[in-house]
């Protein structure tokens, strides 16, 4: 029952924060008749509210949310991401790995090519910086995981074990990952891992169009605001 309440609010996007009972049925893919039983409860605990005929998520749920560790760690990225989103107008990202995807945790739009990530949405980490740049310090090698293929979103993306293995192999040696027309056509990115007490915990990258060049005088922005999220962290943890 609880699987199924997720299904239905996992339906709401930022998009379409509000929905009808049918809408939601046909995105969760569950039968109208469930669905409507679900959001009855869902209601009943403040996790969803009703306006007229359409859904939308309830406060309850921004108050549980907000306690939530990626809060914090959102928080003290943002002051860095707004330095390096002014010194380059093209989109910031702020993302965790979680599983195969990377869920984005923050994102300053910049720059005329459009970006796939959005704020609490996913992408496969292995066809983005931010998710290349955290697999390559995973305990677990997911370039040797037969349980999960490598789906391809365009025609650059790394779809082959070995390819993958060998390019997290040069993320380690360089200290940040590359993108190139891997996660959308046109767009390439550069990213970085954010290390507190010498554990990735999530990685920041900046998207730009891919006819800009290699995007190498990113690095050391990017590499320094790392850094200083990482110490900032530190600080707030050490301080708990």
């Known amino acids: 029952m609880l699987g199924r309440a997720f299904e239905i609010l996992g339906v709401f996007t930022q998009s379409r924060r509000s929905m009808t009972l049918s809408e939601l049925a046909r995105g969760s893919g569950l039968p109208k008749s469930t669905t409507h039983r679900l959001l009855a409860m869902l209601q009943e605990v403040g996790a969803v509210e009703r306006i007229d005929d359409r859904y939308q998520v309830g406060l309850r749920l921004f108050s549980v949310g907000i306690c939530s560790a990626e809060v914090e760690l959102r928080d003290a990225a943002l002051p860095f991401l707004e330095r390096i989103h002014r010194a380059t107008r093209q989109t910031v990202n702020l993302a965790v790995l979680r599983g195969h995807d990377v869920v984005y945790l923050a994102k300053m739009s910049g720059g005329a090519t459009p970006t796939p990530a959005s704020v609490g949405g996913r992408l496969p980490a292995h066809a983005t910086a931010v998710g290349k740049a955290l697999l390559a310090h995973a305990s677990v090698d997911p370039a040797r995981s037969r349980s999960h293929p490598l789906v391809p979103r365009t025609p650059a993306t790394i779809v082959r074990p070995d390819d993958l ?18 996660a959308a056509k046109g767009l390439a990115c550069i990213g970085v891992p954010v290390l507190v007490g010498g554990k990735t915990i999530a990685a920041i990258s900046v998207a730009f169009p891919s006819g800009y060049g290699s995007g190498e005088q990113l690095v050391s922005p990017l590499r320094e605001a790392s850094a200083a999220i990482g110490r900032s962290l530190g600080v707030r943890y050490a301080s708990a």
Do not use: T
Not at 166 to 173: N, S, W
């Open 165 to 182: 293995h060998a390019c997290l192999e040069g993320v380690r040696l360089r200290g940040h990952a590359i993108d190139r027309e891997e």
